[in-house]
C-alpha cells in the first residue's frame, strides 16, 4: 500500500486507478496464460477438494484454488485450511486388493 | 526457421493490439538507425492496412512493392523506396491487401532473407492481432521488440503476444513502453513502468513519453527523429536506436521529468508504507 492508498482510505476514497488495472491485470493474465476459463477451473477446485477430503476434513467455505502468476510463471495455489485428518481408512483399503487378487 | 545472414539483424515491431504505435515506432526508429550510419530497410508487413509508406512520407514513391518481388515481375532494389533525406533507409512497401490469400511465412522469409543480404538491420513492421498476418511476420524474425502502451487492454494484448515469441524461440524480446503520462504515473492514475515490466517480464528498451509532435509529424510524413528534433519522444527513439546498435543509454526516469512541489508531494505519495 503506498500512502496515497492510505490516504484515500483515510478520506473513503477509491484507491488509485492503477493499483485497481495491475490487479485486475494480473489475474485477467493468469487465466490467459494458463488457458483455463473460469468454469473449468471451478470444476478443478470441485475435484481437488473431493480429492483432499477424502483424506483430511477441510473448510469446503474457507478453501481455495487459484492462479497466481509470476516471472511470466504460472501456479496454481491451493489453500485449503484443514479442520483435523480422518482416520485413515486402511483396513478396507488393504482388504480390497487382496480380494481382486483372489478373483484374478 | 529464418536464414541466417551473418552479421544482419531481422528485428520484429509488434504489439497485438491496434493503434499502440508499431508504425510509429518502426519510422521513428529505421530513421534514427540510419542516421547512425546503420543500414536499415523497414518492411511493412501490414498488407491489410498499409501505413508506413505514409508515416515515412514515401506514398507517393511507390512503384513496385513486395508482391512484384515475390511474384518475380521486379527485382527487389526495384521495388525498394529509399529515403531521399536519409539515403541508408529503405522501404519495402506492402502488397495488395489480396495478397493475404496466398502469403505463405516461407514468402516473407524470402523477402527477409533478400533485404538481410543488402541492409544491416530490417525491421519488420508486423500487423496487429495474432492471426495469419502476425504469423507471417513472426516467421521472418529472430529478435522482436514489442511496444505497448500503460493500459490494461494494450498489456493483455502484448502478453499474448510475447506468449506465442517465446513459443516461436524468437530472442531477445524487448519491450518500449509507449504514451507514457508522467502526471497521470505520479497520480498512480497509470499503471507504473514497474508494473508493465513485472507483468511482462521483459526488458525494457525504452519509454516514450506522450508528445504531441508524434501527431505534428505524422501529419507532414516526417518521422520526429529525421529533422533532429529535441521533442521528448524523439529523443526516446534515438535513445532506443542507441540501445539497439548495443549502446548503454540510461533510461528516463517518468517522476523526475515533472518538477516542483506538485512533483514533490506526488513522488511522496508513490512511498510504500506498509
Known sequence: MTLRDFVNKL???????????????????????????????EQMRREILEVVSRYVEIDIEEGDVSLETEDRVTALVANLPIRRTKPLPAEAEESDPVWSASQA | MPVTTSGSRSILICSGKGGVGKTTLTANLGIALARQGVRTAVLDADFGLRNLDLLLGLENRIVYTAQEVLSGSCRLDQALVKHKQEPNLALLPAGNPRMLEWLKPEDMQTIVGMLRESFDVVLIDCPAGIEDGFKNAAGAAEEAIVITTPEVSAVRDADRVIGLLNTRGIKPIQLVLNRVRPK????????????????????????VLEDEQVIVSTNRGEPLTLNGSSSPAAQAYNNIARRVCGEDVPLIDPAKVR?????KIGRLMHTKIF
Open chain 1, 11 to 41: 478520506l473513503g476514497r477509491q484507491p488509485a486507478s492503477a493499483t485497481t488495472a495491475k490487479q485486475r491485470l494480473q489475474l485477467v493474465l493468469a487465466h490467459d496464460r494458463s488457458d483455463l476459463n473460469p468454469e473449468l477451473l
Open chain 2, 184 to 207: 497521470m504515473m505520479a497520480n498512480q492514475e497509470m499503471l507504473a513502468v514497474d508494473d508493465v515490466t513485472d507483468i511482462l517480464a521483459l526488458p525494457l528498451l525504452g519509454l
Open chain 2, 259 to 263: 518538477r516542483g512541489l506538485r512533483a
